[in-house]
Nanobody
Framework: QVQLVESGGGLVQAGDSLRPSCVAS????????VGWFRQGPGKEREFVAA????????SYANSVKGRFTISRDNTKNTVYLQMNSLKPEDSAVYYC??????????????????WGQGTQVTVSS
């Protein structure tokens, strides 16, 4: 089984940066596809970014392209989400998710079998 723990959220002003991280345990980290999702109040959980097992391929939602960067360090069992130029509309609970299987649709929550508890990101104007 896989356990995921996010950290690194916080309260920032528009234009600031945050770098949440997701630490995995329970199995070999390098075998996992990992994605980041977010969910604001009254909204559905939406895809943010995803990264392949070796970190050579990434995918981003259009709303964060050019501002967010997903990366992973398999020696530390950790995936990061560097968030720059934050906007109030980025405010949400951010979740990391993982799958031990190949994923054809990185943006679908149903394709991920493991989820973290989430970390709150609040961006004020």
């Amino acid at each position: 089984q896989v356990q995921l723990v996010e950290s690194g959220g916080g309260l920032v002003q528009a234009g600031d940066s945050l770098r949440p991280s997701c630490v995995a345990s329970g199995r070999t980290f390098s075998t996992l596809f990992v994605g980041w999702f977010r969910q604001g109040p009254g909204k559905e959980r939406e895809f943010v970014a995803a990264i392949s097992r070796g970190g050579t391929a990434t995918s981003y939602a259009n709303s964060v392209k050019g501002r967010f960067t997903i990366s992973r360090d398999n020696t530390k069992n950790t995936v990061y989400l560097q968030m720059n130029s934050l906007k109030p509309e980025d405010s949400a609970v951010y979740y990391c998710a993982a799958s031990s299987r190949l994923i054809s649709d990185y943006g679908s929550t149903s394709t991920y079998g493991y989820w973290g508890q989430g970390t709150q990101v609040t961006v004020s104007s």
